[in-house]
């Protein structure tokens, strides 16, 4: 059996809606028709959690609510779903990081995960005051992870580095367990920073044999460090009973996307320092037409929509065969979004989810005890059992 692990997406970068919410890196991003409040994020959280995702990724940018107190307040309002919450090393001081994290981990029960997001525009950084060039910021995070890992090790930490200095540095809050770090980037400088210090490796949705190619990469480059790695896939998805419903789905969403939005969108995106979204840009080349770039693999997010643009589009079993053919390029962890992030939550959860769990890739992470129903008096009872949802 597979073990695949799939996690869901909190909308805080402008909020959801039934068409795309477009912006971000670099570019200003749209508003949905629902507010990333705590009460409609929490509905999306109970959701995914009972429909068995594993964890919520929650985004971090200029044009985002801040990851780590939005998750710390929706940690009270549901019961298992972890949170893989994004965060920007060198914000924050690596004994500060450490500590939240720690706090976080203990206090919500273990369900701590962390988004490691370098930073690819050099405008937004420097809006938070940093001002260190695309290459300085991965040698920094590289840095930073190595001291945080020290000092989750609860021994005293003294570092002179070239961006940060700790003097007999010793963390109380040691997280139990400690968290899995998850960390995307395309450039030579990223896949070093993934190879020597992160858990698992993001990339967003190419087609797979794209996804293979780099997974070899990857898996080459942390080999040579003595080290193993997991796989994870940044995509979107759109899935129905029937392709002719998902396909109309996605056209429906095009069609919600003016020629005016894309110029403006696009121009704005091309000024991204990011070598994963330049990739993302040369899958939808700008224009509505041509948008299937493998079966079933749609690129029409990407148009508006900075970051992840491409989506898995069919029937619950064409989502679920390519799901497989990204399992054979390497991919372990799917993260999943939707439009609107409710909605498609159900549409994946109740319907690719079954489909992968018949296939022998999945088990819902908390199945649900069955009471056995009442039975006469006097009658043999019936056990009870546990079914996946």
């Keep these: 059996m597979t073990d695949l692990k ?19 890196h670099g570019t200003p991003a749209d508003v949905g028709a629902r507010a990333a409040s705590v009460a409609y994020l929490g509905q999306i959280a109970r959701s995914a ?17 801040d990851a780590w107190i939005t998750t710390a307040m929706l940690s009270s309002v549901s019961a298992r779903l972890k949170f893989l919450v994004a965060f920007r090393p060198g ?21 701590l ?16 005051g940093d001002f260190l060039d695309k290459d300085a910021r991965y040698q920094r995070t590289g840095e930073f992870l190595e001291i945080v890992r020290a000092l989750w090790s609860g021994k005293p930490v003294d570092v002179e580095g070239t ?46 044999a794209d996804v293979a190619k780099k ?27 029937t392709a002719e419903e998902a396909w109309a789905e996605a056209d429906r969403l095009l069609s919600g ?9 696009q121009a704005g995106l091309r000024r991204s320092e990011s070598e994963g979204q330049r990739r993302m840009l040369a899958l939808n080349g700008g224009t509505k037409d041509g948008l299937e770039i493998h079966p079933n693999l749609w690129a029409g997010v990407g148009l508006v929509r900075g970051g992840a643009g491409t989506a898995l589009v069919g029937d619950h079993q064409q989502v679920a065969d390519l799901i497989e053919q990204y399992v054979e390029a390497g991919i372990s962890e799917f993260v999943l979004s939707g439009y609107p992030h409710l909605e498609e939550a159900y549409q994946f959860g109740e319907g690719v989810l079954p489909e992968l769990s018949r296939r022998g890739h999945w088990q819902h992470p908390a199945p649900v005890r069955q009471a056995a129903p009442a039975v006469p008096f006097g009658a043999a009872p019936v056990a009870e059992k546990s079914v996946t949802r």
């Design 49 to 65: 959690e009972q429909l068995g995702f594993e964890a919520a990724l929650t985004p971090t940018g200029a044009w985002c609510e």
């Design 163 to 208: 961006h940060f200095q700790l003097a007999d540095a010793v963390l109380t809050q040691i997280p139990d367990p400690v968290p899995r770090v998850y960390f995307g980037g395309s450039s030579p400088a990223a896949l070093d920073v993934a190879a020597r210090h992160v858990d698992v490796y993001l990339t967003w949705g190419e087609p797979p």
């Design 113 to 128: 995960l962390l988004n490691v997001v370098t930073g690819g525009e050099s405008h937004e950084q420097r809006m938070y």
């Design 6 to 24: 799939f996690h869901w997406f909190l909308p805080t970068n402008g909020g959801d809606g039934r068409q795309i919410v477009g912006g971000g």
């Design 257 to 265: 996307i003016s020629d005016d939005q894309i110029r403006q969108v």
């Design 91 to 111: 914000l924050t001081s690596p004994y500060l990081a450490a500590q939240m994290a720690g706090t976080f981990q203990n206090l919500s029960g273990g369900r």
């Design 215 to 241: 997974v070899r990469r990857v898996r080459e480059l942390a080999e040579r460090q003595g080290r193993t790695l997991a796989f994870g896939l940044r995509v979107h998805t759109i899935a129905r009973d």
